[in-house]
């Protein structure tokens, strides 16, 4: 004896379902860790061009001889750095004198990768500085160095265009 | 030929069974993963807005200078400070007014007459006695000058008395910084607490700048050059802000189980970077 039997169940839809369901929350959890390691991501290049900025111009300060700074005269700007670093991070120097005995050291650290364009992290930092001439009563020779402002200053405020 | 339709009873139960259980899974794994989703999306939020606060405090306090007068109150949970907003170079100055470079000025917004003030860096005169400082004084305008090479200036309006700041000591180039008076304070608004920013000078209502926060959210301890523990707003030269923030309140799910919520905090060590060097206190 045979028989032909047809048989309906519910197999196939169900495990659609299942795997919906499964692909949502998979989804979701794979989403949070994404959107989260964006933002450790940014948070870390804006840390990086923050350093940057910090780090470049104490090092420019400490050049100012062998960068011709002294010689430059009143109202002049000098690019005093251009580095690439790890990771994108770029770092400018401009050393301004803006007058007999001030000069002041702006440095921009920006990052190289960001979520977007606009958002692109870029830090910058400021000293004004104060020429100090001391004389060897001696030699009769002139001394000519930095000294930082009393107090000595620093800003970290974005330039205006 | 015998077709069958439909099931029998035994199989109709057990799938019954199976479904229910399936399903029961199913509901549970999904509000389960929701928990989970929201649990994380508060913790970055959190996490942000801790982030955010150690950007704020390192902003806006960091530049403040010891002993000058930049610290106006101090409180557990409140600050009275000079928020500074603008740095230029004179050109030329007289006792009306001091014009600044256009082409190098830096600052956050244009700056306002009235809501702004300056201070003004004096070389000091050894003959006179004077030492050099940072001289405050009033902008009462803002409007387009010339430098005296013909290039394109600024000139900040304000009142020079000769008795205090003699123009013998504005030099060349002296810098120039303007700032304006400001309170940061934690406050409660809609349910939740807020560090909120007000300009004393500017007026206007406080406004949030960073939060939610919890209730004891934002604390300030100030220590002097010695890193012992001070409130005298002229010895401070380093101070402690702690950051605490939590997620909002969890919904209840069914069958009465509240998913973790998450509350972190951040402490945020400020030496004013215009200060010597600073001990670590006792």
New interface residues.
Partial sequence: M?????E???AVP?AL??LV?LG??IG??LW?AH??SR?GHQ?LQALKARLAAELAWPDVVDRFDSLGVFAMV??DSLVAGLWAGAGGVTTGVVV???????F?VDSEGRAGVSLSRSAQPTF?S?V?A?LDSTVDSATGRATVSLRP????????????D | ?????GFTLVEAVV?AVL?VF?GAL?VS??LR?QA??AF??GR?EV??TL?SGALFAS?EW??L??G?GDLMALGRSRLQYRG????A??CTWRTDAIIV?YD?????RAWVAGRDSLLV?A?GDSVAGT????EPLPLTGVAAGVCP?G?PGLTLQTIIDPARLPLREV?????V?LFESMESRLYKSQGDWWLGLRSLTGGGSIQPALGPLTANGFELRFRDQAGVPTTDPALVVAMTATFRASTPRPAVLPWGRRPAGSSDSLVVELVS???GPVGRGP
Avoid: C, K
């Fill in positions: 045979t028989s032909n039997r047809v309906r169940g519910a169900l379902f299942v369901v949502v929350l979701s959890t949070a959107v989260e933002a948070a009143p109202g301004h004198r803006l007058g007999p005995e001030f002041l910058r400021q004004v104060r402002l009393t107090a000595p200053f620093w800003s970290g405020l974005p330039r205006v | 030929m015998l077709t069958r339709h799938a479904t399936v199913l794994l999904l993963g989970v989703i994380e999306r970055m996490q942000r982030r902003y960091s530049g200078t010891p000058s500074f907003r603008g740095l170079a004179s470079r190098l000025r830096y600052g956050v860096y070389v030492s050099p400082r940072w090479d290039s030099v060349p180039g002296t810098p910084r970077r215009n200060a």
